[in-house]
Structures are given as C-alpha cells and as structure tokens.
C-alpha cells in the first residue's frame, strides 16, 4: 500500500487549499484515514480523519474551517482547507490505520514512540502567509 499526498502550496491567510490522499490500492474499506501535520520545530498533530463509513472527526483547531472527505472509486481522501491561518503552515501527510475511534486517533498522532499508522505518506508542504 502506498499514500501519495499532494495539493499543498503557498497561500495567503484566508485562503484554501484542497489536500489529496491518494492509495495505491482499495483500503479505504478496510482502514480509516487520517490527516496530520508537523509544523516546524513541532512534533506531529492529528487534524482530522475519516471512517469506512464516512464518519469524520477534527481536531479543535480546524474544526469548522477544514473538510475530509472521501471517493472511495478513486481510492483518494480528500482535506478542503479553508480560512487558513499562518498557524497551519506545516507538513501535511495522510495515514492509513486499523479501526479504532477517530477521537483516540487524533489524539495519539502525536506520541513520538508509535507509528501514525500501518501506512503514511510522504507529505505535502502548506505555507500560509500572514
């Protein structure tokens, strides 16, 4: 299984962006989704995920500003970002992970010791400028 990312760029704040995850394979079935970011000189931060049945969940800093969304035919999840803020200049990369609750996910990104899943991506470079 492979996770291509794409869609980052420069943007000024207030801008969008729209993210893509793109797998190598149908597992958009078998696993959940997740999108989190490293900002530099910051470890890893869950943003928001998606489950086989569509069910999302954020992180409060994006709440209400980005969008997960999936195309389970084009094996691609997708991060609408809107109103971005200087504050989400990190690098974004998505991660495929076994069903567990996307809340606990979000949550346990962050921890340096574990894996943010059975598989991620490269990244993707997001700037927003002020």
């Known amino acids: 299984v492979r996770l291509v990312e794409s869609g980052g760029g420069s943007v000024q704040a207030g801008g969008s962006l729209r993210l893509s995850c793109e797998a190598s394979t149908y597992i958009l079935s078998d696993f959940y989704i997740g999108w989190f970011r490293r900002a530099p000189g910051k470890g890893r931060e869950g943003v928001a995920a998606i489950d086989s049945d569509g069910v999302s969940d954020y992180a409060d800093s994006v709440k209400g500003r980005f969008t997960i969304s999936k195309d389970s035919a084009k094996n691609t999840v997708y991060l609408q970002m809107n109103s971005l803020k200087p504050e989400d200049t990190a690098m974004y990369f998505c991660?495929?992970?076994?069903?567990?609750?996307?809340?606990?996910?979000?949550?346990?990104?962050?921890?340096?010791?574990?894996?943010?899943?059975?598989?991620w991506g490269q990244g993707t470079q997001v700037t927003v400028s002020s």
């Open positions: 991660a495929a992970f076994t069903r567990a609750p996307l809340g606990w996910w979000l949550l346990q990104v962050r921890r340096t010791d574990i894996n943010p899943g059975n598989y």
